[in-house]
C-alpha cells in the first residue's frame, strides 16, 4: 500500500513528542518558570506525572536516552534521596491542586532499581500528590526482572508494562549489545499476566544492523504469538556524533533507506493483519486496549511517551532531564545528575531549560499533534487554510494528502510521511540547530 518517495524522506525531522522540540529549548527557561506553571494548575485538573530513572544495569549501544550503568549503590541511593527531595517540593509549590491520574516510569531501567526502593517511591509520590487511583505505567528490561519485582507489580496493581525488546534475533541482539533470549522475554510474559498486568507493549526496532526483512518477520511472529496489547514499531536512529556509545555499531552492517522503508511498510502490513490498530506512526494496539479505543475513536494524543490515550494538557516530571510540560511553556530539568541532586540539595527546583509556548505555537503544536496522531488536522485556527497548498504540494500532487473545508487529510498510505508533512508546520525548523533522525 506504501509507495516509496525517497526525495520526500530527505530531510531529518523531529519525532515531535513535544513542540516546539527540546531541540528549541534555551536556558532562559528556569526554576522561577516551573514554579509560577505549578501556581496556574487548577484545583481539580487532571495531572500526569513522569519519573525518570537515568540508570540500567547494562548499557544497549543503540539507546538515545539519559542513563549510565547502576554499578554502584552509593549513587542509586544519592539519586533517590534527590528524587525524594524533588517530590517533596513540587508538592508543596503545587499545594494539592490538581488530580494525578496517570502515574509513568521510565528511563534508563525503572527495574535498575531493587523492588523494596520503587516501592517506597511509589508510596512517596502517593502520599505527596492527590491521587484519584492514577493509571501506572512502567518500562521494564527483561534481564534484570526479578521475582521480587513480580511480587511487586501484583502487589501495586501496575496497570501498563512496556518491555524493551528490539529484536529476538541473537545475531542482531549481539550487534546492538543487548542479548535477552526469547526464553527470558516469555517467561517474563507469562510472569507478569499472573501478575494481573493487562496492557503489556512491546518495544521492537526496524532498521538495525545486520537486520533482514526475514529476520523482522520471525520477530514479529514471535511478539503476535506472546499477544501484547500494545507493540511499538520504531525505526532506529543512527547518529553516533551525538550518542557516543552507538560508535560501537558498525554502520556498514545497517540496512540503507529503501530497506528501512520496506521494513516499515512490512510491520504495518504484518500487524494490522494479525488484529492490532495503527497509532498514528509507529505504534499498534489491539482494539480492546484503551489505546486501541482511542485509535478508532481518534482521540490518540502525543507526549514524550509516544503515542498515548493520555487526556491530560499537564505532565510534571521529576528526575534528571525529565521534562515538564505544560499549555504555554515546556520546562526540562537538568541532565546531569550531580547537578540535579546539588540543586536539590540547595532546596531550589532543578529546572534547566525550556520554552514558552506562544498561542501561534500551541496552535501549531495542535495541528503537528493531529497530524501524527490521527491523520488529519483542523486548519481553520491558521486562517486561510490554503496558504499551506504550496508548502504541501508536494504530498499533494503524490495523492499523500489533501485539503478539503479546511481541514488537511492524510491518505493512509501517507504514514510513513506523517513527520514530514507535520514539518511543513513547524515554525523552527531552520531557526535552531538540531540532529534528528531519519523521517522512516
Not at 491558521?382 to 485539503?403: K, M, T, Y
Request: aromatic residues 10%; negative net charge.
Amino acid at each position: 500500500m506504501w509507495k516509496y518517495y525517497p526525495e520526500l524522506l530527505e530531510r531529518p525531522v523531529p519525532r515531535y513528542t513535544s513542540y516546539p522540540t527540546a531541540a528549541d529549548f534555551h536556558d532562559e527557561i528556569g526554576a522561577d518558570d516551573l514554579e509560577q506553571a505549578l501556581a496556574d494548575v487548577r484545583l481539580c485538573g487532571d495531572i500526569s506525572l513522569y519519573v525518570h530513572i537515568p540508570y540500567c544495569e547494562q548499557i544497549c549501544w543503540y539507546c538515545g536516552c539519559n542513563t549510565g550503568k547502576a554499578n554502584r549503590t552509593q549513587r542509586l541511593a544519592a539519586y533517590m534521596d534527590a528524587l525524594f527531595a524533588e517530590i517533596d517540593l513540587v508538592s508543596r509549590k503545587l499545594g494539592k491542586r490538581g488530580r494525578v491520574k496517570r502515574i509513568a516510569f521510565g528511563g534508563g531501567s525503572p527495574n535498575a532499581l531493587c523492588a523494596d526502593d520503587f516501592s517506597d517511591l511509589l508510596d512517596h509520590l502517593s502520599k505527596a500528590f492527590s491521587c484519584d487511583q492514577p493509571i501506572l505505567s512502567i518500562e521494564l528490561d527483561p534481564r534484570g526482572f526479578t521475582s521480587e519485582w513480580r511480587d511487586l507489580i501484583a502487589a501495586t496493581g501496575v496497570h501498563n508494562i512496556s518491555l524493551g525488546v528490539q529484536s529476538f534475533d541473537p545475531v542482531v541482539q549481539a550487534a546492538i549489545g543487548r542479548v535477552q533470549p526469547l526464553e527470558m522475554v516469555t517467561d517474563m510474559v507469562a510472569d507478569l499476566r499472573a501478575a494481573g498486568v493487562s496492557s503489556l507493549n512491546f518495544d521492537l526496532m526496524y532498521g538495525l544492523p545486520g537486520q533482514t526483512q526475514d529476520i523482522l518477520e520471525e520477530t514479529l511472529r514471535e511478539a503476535v504469538r506472546l499477544l501484547p496489547e500494545r507493540i511499538a514499531l520504531f525505526g532506529y536512529a543512527h547518529i553516533p556524533k551525538l550518542i557516543p556509545r552507538q560508535r560501537r555499531i558498525d554502520d556498514t552492517y545497517l540496512p540503507d533507506g529503501r530497506q528501512r522503508f520496506d521494513m516499515a511498510a512490512f510491520g504495518y502490513d504484518f500487524l494490522t493483519k494479525a488484529g492490532y490498530e495503527s497509532i498514528g506512526f509507529d505504534h499498534f494496539a489491539l482494539p480492546g486496549d484503551p489505546l486501541g479505543h482511542a485509535g478508532i475513536g481518534g482521540t490518540v494524543r502525543r507526549n514524550f511517551q509516544g503515542f498515548t490515550d493520555d487526556q491530560s494538557d499537564i505532565l510534571i516530571g521529576f528526575g534528571a532531564s525529565a521534562i515538564s510540560q505544560f499549555p504555554d511553556r515546556i520546562i526540562q530539568n537538568h541532565k546531569n545528575t550531580g547537578r540535579y541532586r546539588k540543586l536539590l540539595a540547595d532546596g531550589q527546583l532543578p529546572a534547566a531549560a525550556g520554552i514558552k509556548r506562544s498561542p501561534d505555537n500551541q496552535i501549531h503544536g495542535v495541528i503537528i499533534e493531529q497530524i501524527l496522531a490521527n491523520g488529519k488536522a483542523d486548519l481553520a485556527p491558521l486562517g486561510d487554510a490554503q496558504s499551506h497548498a504550496a508548502l504541501l504540494a508536494p504530498f499533494i500532487n503524490r495523492g499523500l494528502v489533501e485539503i478539503a473545508g479546511g481541514e488537511l487529510i492524510l491518505d493512509p498510505s501517507a504514514k510513513p510521511y506523517a513527520r514530514t508533512i507535520a514539518a511543513v508546520f513547524d515554525e523552527f525548523r531552520g531557526q535552531t540547530n538540531g540532529t534528528f533522525s531519519q523521517a522512516v
